[in-house]
């Protein structure tokens, strides 16, 4: 079954950046889209940026130019660069996977498999 396992998070004060990883396995890379996730304390989980069937990728309106999405095929690894990161950014941020499929990548509903999620904090 397919698992994801994130790191990368931590403490840094505005302006800083952060990068996420996130390790996938147990799945075929080419049948399953990616994409980060995050959710604030009391709030809903929010989609900040994934990747569509053809390796578009979609982005919050919030992290718009602050944030990048990438992946490493080989070492089935997906990243999030965090720049200019700001006190509004802080929550846990989860990596999750679905069936590509319907555009949808900031979607959480259409996510079947999520990871156990990494705490960024920004003050």
């Known amino acids: 079954h397919v698992q994801l396992v994130e790191s990368g998070g931590g403490s840094v004060q505005a302006g800083g950046s952060l990068r996420l990883s996130c390790v996938a396995s147990?799945?075929?890379?080419?049948?399953?889209?990616l994409g980060w996730f995050r959710q604030a304390p009391g709030e809903e989980r929010e989609g900040v940026a994934g990747?569509?069937?053809?390796?578009?990728?979609q982005y919050a309106d919030s992290v718009k130019g602050r944030f990048t999405i990438s992946k490493d095929n080989i070492k089935n690894t997906l990243y999030l660069q965090m720049d200019s990161l700001k006190p509004e950014d802080t929550g846990l941020y989860y990596c999750?996977?679905?069936?590509?499929?319907?555009?949808?990548?900031?979607?959480?509903?259409?996510?079947?498999?999520w990871g156990q999620g990494t705490q960024v904090t920004v003050s």
């Open positions: 999750a996977a679905r069936l590509c499929g319907a555009l949808g990548s900031l979607a959480a509903h259409l996510y079947t498999n």
């Open positions: 147990g799945y075929t890379s080419s049948s399953y889209c």
């Open positions: 990747f569509e069937r053809d390796g578009l990728t």
